[in-house]
């Protein structure tokens, strides 16, 4: 295959060539929390099945499960602090050391410190892969905290919904079992958001220097910035 054909011309073909996917979508996701980046997670998988892999998901999961590292990260998580490094780097660090991954992945929520991006340097390395792209979607504090207020998950699917946002509002018959997430709460919120500033911003511009970055607005409904975010990935090329 030609690798030098736009990304999503690829997986077009693999698509219809090979269904059982040959693709080899590699991406990161990072935004601030209520930035959308779950939903459009959500959406690549859908379209591309690719294989999301989220790091909050996986602390949450431990947490519910109430592993050794569910009691370790849990009062972080609580206090909307970021986990210690060493904790999210080794979850992924198993996750990435599976098979499944093959078929390309969307790293959602990870690296979100300039360690972090190191070790996933690493990660790549040890493995003899390359990144196809690293996407930011960036949006204002108030829709963080509007978005973030309105967010209910569905316990049984594990889909997320919004009550404030277009496009995203949940079916009436099942809100009555929708969750809110313990840290969406305004104050952790504004906690979280300020980790992202301080932590994060610096893994978002190591990526910008390097050129990988995919900067996406987020303040539209989401498949108007889906749209966006297919538009520009037709305009990557894929890594080996
Ligand atoms: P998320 O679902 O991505 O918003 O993550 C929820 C929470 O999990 C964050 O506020 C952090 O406490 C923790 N977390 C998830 N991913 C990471 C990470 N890469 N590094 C540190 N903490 C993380």
Do not use: C
């Not at 900067?215 to 990557?236: H, K, N, Q, T, W």
Request: glycine share 10%.
């Amino acid at each position: 295959m030609d690798l030098h054909l736009p990304l999503l011309w690829q997986i077009g073909q693999l698509v219809v060539n090979e269904p059982r996917g040959l693709v080899l979508l590699r991406l990161i996701l990072m935004g601030a929390p209520g930035s959308g980046k779950g939903t459009q997670a959500e959406l690549l998988v859908e379209q591309f099945g690719i294989l999301h892999i989220s790091t909050g998901e996986m602390l949450r999961d431990a947490i519910d499960h109430r592993t050794d590292l569910g009691g370790l990260v849990e009062p972080y998580m609580a206090l909307g602090r970021l986990v210690p490094d060493h904790h999210v780097i080794s979850v992924v660090e198993d996750r990435l050391g599976q098979p499944d991954i093959e078929a390309g992945f969307i790293l959602d929520g990870f690296p979100r410190t300039l360690r972090q991006v190191y070790a996933m340097d690493e990660l790549m390395e040890g493995q003899g892969l390359t990144l196809d792209g690293v996407i930011v979607i960036d949006v204002s504090e108030e829709t963080v905290v509007e978005r973030t207020s309105g967010r209910r998950v569905d316990p049984e699917t594990g889909k997320i919904f919004n009550l404030n946002a277009e496009g995203v509002r949940p079916p009436a018959e099942i809100l009555s079992r929708l969750e809110q997430r313990d840290d969406d709460s305004e104050e952790v919120i504004r906690q979280r958001m300020a980790s992202y500033h301080n932590e994060t911003d610096p893994a978002v511009e190591e990526y910008a220097q390097r050129g990988q970055l995919i900067r996406i607005d987020g303040s539209a409904a989401p498949d108007a910035v889906f749209d966006e975010l297919r538009r520009r990935l037709e305009s990557v090329e894929q890594g080996s």
